[in-house]
């Protein structure tokens, strides 16, 4: 199979592989408006708009709620992740699920979002409280984008109600991110701790204060450096050290609570590693395990074969929110996306197409896998942008394998 190969897919006419469809009422990039040098390099801050979906229009309000609090909201459910702070674009096109979405909030402007368990044969417990911030109804199809805002758990014997297709309708309880303090905050020794500090959110600085620590040490059993490796500044100064090897810094948050969401939505990940990352409670807890994951050597291979596609080292991203980001397309099917700058093991299908890009000034090629033809992404060109070629691989279609060295397979 060559990359000429002509719509090999079998599909209804119009229809292609990965649901994208032509839309008359979309228009296609403007030539003028991407028609630049070949110099030119192209915008990051265009995936996140998901202009895409057309020109929307802002809701008001906002949606937060308090530790603990129990609520009872919509919820959707997909095979996505998505956590606090990141986009989630969505379209409806049945007529029910958008009046039932409509109904339920209108008073609540927000709905739960709902991830498979790591069997992929259930909910799991734990999701995200989703803020809608920008919808409009065209051509009877929803349009909308909503922003991760809070981590929540399903209420135990609460039922699961579905109101129609992937609607539904649960009880939430609302999880917050409980303050971050030093594992010897609790010394007794109040006086000199506030004379004399102990602790810092830079780890340069933090090294001022060792001979402060001393005094606050000496009253615990275990050696300093154990819990030095407890400090919030130790565990992101080594996780950012670990990220630079893959990311630009400038790219990496130094918030330790958005470091931690930053780190799921980026790093290759396995599916019950982020479950794993999700019912953490601390930001702490999250860089400790994180820093842990991140050691780990990963290739990223056919979800179908195993056939190896890209390897760690070549993500990079093609949006301000990092490598890994959330795109639907016009059949409403939503695509956790990767982007790489190399891959192999794959044909391409099809014609370059621009309908509906994801990456404004790009068209797609379907790829599918050489050894076993199942859909592992696009891969995205242009003639006027830099890069001039890059991969987006959906995670539906791809596994991420540990390549674990021998002592330690022992």
């Known amino acids: 199979m060559s990359d000429s190969d002509d719509n090999a897919n079998n599909l209804p006419d119009g229809q292609m592989e990965n649901g994208h469809v032509p839309m008359e009422a979309q228009p296609s990039p403007s030539n003028e408006r991407y028609s630049g040098q070949a110099s030119d390099q192209f915008d990051i801050d265009l ?4 202009r895409y979906l057309g020109k929307l229009d802002n ?3 906002y949606a937060f709620y308090d530790d603990g609090e129990v609520t009872t909201l919509a919820a959707i459910q997909t095979n996505t992740l998505v956590f606090p702070g990141f986009t989630l674009p969505l379209v409806l096109n049945n007529d029910l699920e958008i009046n039932m979405l409509q109904r339920h909030t209108l008073k609540k402007n927000a709905f739960v979002l709902l991830t498979p368990n790591k069997t992929f044969k259930g909910v799991f417990p734990y999701g995200v409280i989703m803020e809608i911030f920008e919808t409009h109804l065209r051509n009877d199809v929803l349009y909308l984008k909503a922003r991760s805002r809070q981590r929540c758990r399903l209420v135990p014997g609460k039922e699961i109600k ?3 297709g992937e609607l539904y309708q649960v009880t939430v309880e609302v999880l917050l991110e409980p303050t971050i303090t030093s594992p010897i905050n609790c010394t007794q020794l109040s006086s000199l701790k506030a004379r004399r500090s102990f602790q810092s959110s830079e780890y340069r600085e933090f090294y001022k204060y060792r001979k402060y620590r001393q005094y606050h040490l000496s009253q615990f059993p275990l050696p300093g450096w154990v819990y030095d490796k407890h400090e919030i ?3 992101m100064d080594q996780l950012i050290q670990g990220l630079s090897n893959y990311y630009l810094i400038e790219f990496i948050p130094d918030d330790p609570v958005q470091l931690s969401y930053w780190f799921v939505q980026n790093f290759q990940l396995r599916h019950e590693e ?17 820093l842990k994951f991140l050691n780990m050597k990963r290739l990223i291979c056919c979800a179908n074969c195993d056939a190896e596609i890209a390897q760690q080292n070549n993500v990079f991203p093609m949006s301000k929110d990092g490598v890994q980001s959330n795109y639907c397309n016009p059949g409403g099917y939503v695509y956790e996306t990767v982007t790489v700058s190399k891959a192999t093991n794959f044909n391409l299908i099809g ?9 404004p000034g790009y068209s797609w090629t379907i790829m599918q896998c050489r050894m076993c033809s199942a859909h592992l992404g696009w891969k995205f060109s242009s003639v006027n942008l830099k890069p001039d070629t890059f991969y987006g691989l959906a995670k539906s279609g791809f596994d991420v394998k540990i390549i674990y060295e021998e002592n330690e397979a022992l």
Do not use: D
Not at 47 to 50: E, N
Not at 280 to 287: D, F, G, N
Not at 351 to 359: D, M, N, T, V
């Open 47 to 50: 995936p996140t708009s998901h």
């Open 59 to 61: 809701v008001t309000g």
């Open 162 to 164: 579905t109101l129609i």
């Open 233 to 235: 500044c130790f565990l």
């Open 274 to 290: 982020r479950l794993r990352i999700m019912v953490t409670r601390t930001a702490i807890e999250r860089l400790r395990l994180e």
């Open 351 to 359: 014609s370059p197409s621009a309908q509906f890009s994801w990456f």
